[in-house]
């Protein structure tokens, strides 16, 4: 894929919002130095989802952010969106690549090395691993990965380039821990961490961005 930086991953989720508009939200999260956006609502209204798609991809271009969509390839092409992010029972990686225009952004959750592998052989460009914690934002059907199991995942990867993301529980509180235990494992390293209740929730998103990012940053170059 053409190059993007998955550095902080912010995916949607309007339930979190706490009374606050999704689009100043989500302007406040670019401001605060998002790198890439996934809007990733669980909705069967496809109007609805459309809606949003498209507020959040102008929104998206006028900060020159890539938009991913979460499952919804038809809608991902509606708004001509970078990318669709995938899950282990959504629609096949060869076929959405196949489905979207070329040069397209094709993402995927893995929670296991059976399926770190598969999905590296199936030619994903990037992988969100996880759920490394528990978290209250999505329901685990697998025990959370851990940071020990974070690495074993990368370590997969290594000699790839294909991407990677942690996601699951990742707070500001907690990302310098992440960061390095799964750097010291692993020759791969995380592309990017994917978050949303610690943006999404946070009575100031751009605050919440701004401190994610800088964690990142600073533990990334200290390797
Ligand atoms: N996939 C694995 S965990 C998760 C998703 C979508 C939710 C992560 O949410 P939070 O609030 O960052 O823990
Ligand atoms: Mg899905």
């Known amino acids: 894929m053409?190059?993007?930086?998955?550095?902080?991953?912010?995916?949607?989720?309007?339930?979190?919002?706490?009374?606050?508009?999704?689009?100043?939200?989500?302007?406040?999260?670019?401001?605060?130095?998002?790198?890439?956006?996934?809007?990733?609502?669980?909705?069967?209204?496809?109007?609805e989802f459309l809606q949003l798609a498209q507020e959040s991809k102008t929104l998206c271009d006028r900060y020159e952010i890539p938009l991913i969509i979460n499952d919804r390839?038809?809608?991902?092409?509606?708004?001509?969106?970078?990318?669709?992010?995938?899950?282990q029972s959504d629609m096949p990686i060869g076929i959405?690549?196949?489905?979207?225009p070329?040069?397209?952004?094709?993402?995927?959750?893995?929670?296991?090395?059976?399926?770190?592998?598969?999905?590296?052989?199936?030619?994903?460009?990037?992988?969100?691993?996880?759920?490394?914690?528990?978290t209250q934002t999505k329901r685990l059907t697998k025990p959370p990965i851990g940071v020990r199991g974070l690495g074993v995942m990368l370590e997969?990867?290594?000699?790839?380039?294909?991407k990677a993301v942690a996601i699951g529980g990742?707070?500001?509180?907690?990302?310098?821990?992440?960061?390095?235990?799964?750097?010291s494992q692993t020759n791969h390293g995380l592309d990017g961490v994917a978050v949303v209740s610690d943006i999404v929730a946070s009575p100031e998103p751009k605050k919440a961005a701004q401190i994610l990012k800088s964690i990142f940053m600073a533990c990334k170059t200290a390797v």
């Open 170 to 183: 990742i707070k500001s509180t907690n990302l310098a821990r992440l960061m390095h235990g799964s750097w």
């Open 156 to 162: 997969a990867l290594d000699g790839s380039d294909i």
């Open 73 to 87: 390839i038809d809608i991902a092409l509606a708004v001509n969106a970078r990318g669709v992010h995938l899950g």
């Open 2 to 47: 053409d190059r993007i930086d998955l550095s902080l991953y912010l995916v949607t989720d309007r339930s979190l919002l706490a009374g606050k508009d999704f689009l100043e939200t989500l302007e406040q999260a670019l401001l605060g130095g998002v790198t890439v956006v996934q809007i990733r609502e669980k909705t069967s209204d496809t109007a």
């Open 102 to 134: 070329a040069g397209s952004i094709i993402g995927i959750s893995c929670n296991s090395l059976d399926e770190v592998r598969r999905a590296r052989d199936a030619g994903a460009d990037y992988i969100g691993l996880g759920a490394v914690w528990e």
């Open 96 to 100: 959405a690549r196949r489905l979207m």
